[in-house]
């Protein structure tokens, strides 16, 4: 019998996004947020998307991560397992949320390279919640408008 496993998406898997069709299989609870500031978002050159930025998780840091919380089966969780190259890329660990609860997250292993200069910061600080988040959307518009121009 399959379990069912508590997932924080803080990037490109968040709805409206390039890779959100991978969470297909997954069903969608809330929008939520670490309890701790104990993170750092970063971001770094796309090798899967060229022309792309792409966020990554890294713990010990001093933010607030927000993003969004989902319910896999344990077949979905082994796609996004895949998909994030856990073990070399990524490794999945419990992260607290804000409401007390765990979830599993996806964190940064490996080193990555600098985005170019002056490519902009999507990373994005809201004071109002104290926490960061990753603006999918504008990386997405200026990955097009890059592409169109290259």
Known sequence: MSQHHRVFIY???MNGLRNHHKMACAKFLSTSKTMLPSYTLLQFPSQSSPGHVTPGLKK???DCISGELYLLDDECLAILDDF???GREYERSRIML???SYAWAYF???EKPQCAEGTPSFIVRDEATQSVSWDGHA???YARKALKAA
């Open 11 to 13: 990037g490109t898997l």
């Open 60 to 62: 010990h840091g001093n």
């Open 84 to 86: 994030e190259d856990v």
């Open 98 to 100: 804000h409401d007390n």
């Open 108 to 110: 940064l292993l490996a």
């Open 139 to 141: 990386e997405e518009a």
